[in-house]
């Protein structure tokens, strides 16, 4: 009997050492820039110092993730804004989950 898994464990996701400044450049380039590189800035600084506390990475990479997530689909939600379709009938989750209790 072997003492490997039967399977390979996932790798946490792990951006490039430019992955950061890569996004910056491409958040400034933006233009939601005004808005977007100050709230970047503070969610990158505010992971950076729990990163020191911790000696996690895990918190820096999220914000990589998340920040290239709204990069990578700003376009769709312009087109969706841009197109005037009708979300005024939208439900509030957190009014929906106090529902339920």
């Not at 950076?48 to 700003?74: D, I, P």
Request: charged share 25%.
């Amino acid at each position: 009997m072997s003492a490997q898994p039967d399977h390979a464990p996932l790798t946490p996701y792990a951006p490039a050492p430019g992955a950061p400044a890569e996004l910056l450049h491409q958040l400034r380039a933006d233009q939601r820039a005004a808005q977007w590189v100050p709230a970047f800035e503070r969610q990158w600084a505010k992971a950076l110092e729990e990163s020191r506390k911790s000696f996690s990475l895990a918190g820096l990479y999220e914000v990589v993730q998340e920040w290239q997530g709204r990069l990578a689909h700003a376009p769709v939600v312009d087109a969706f804004v841009a197109s005037g379709c009708d979300d005024s009938d939208f439900i509030d989750m957190a009014e929906l989950r106090g529902r339920r209790r």
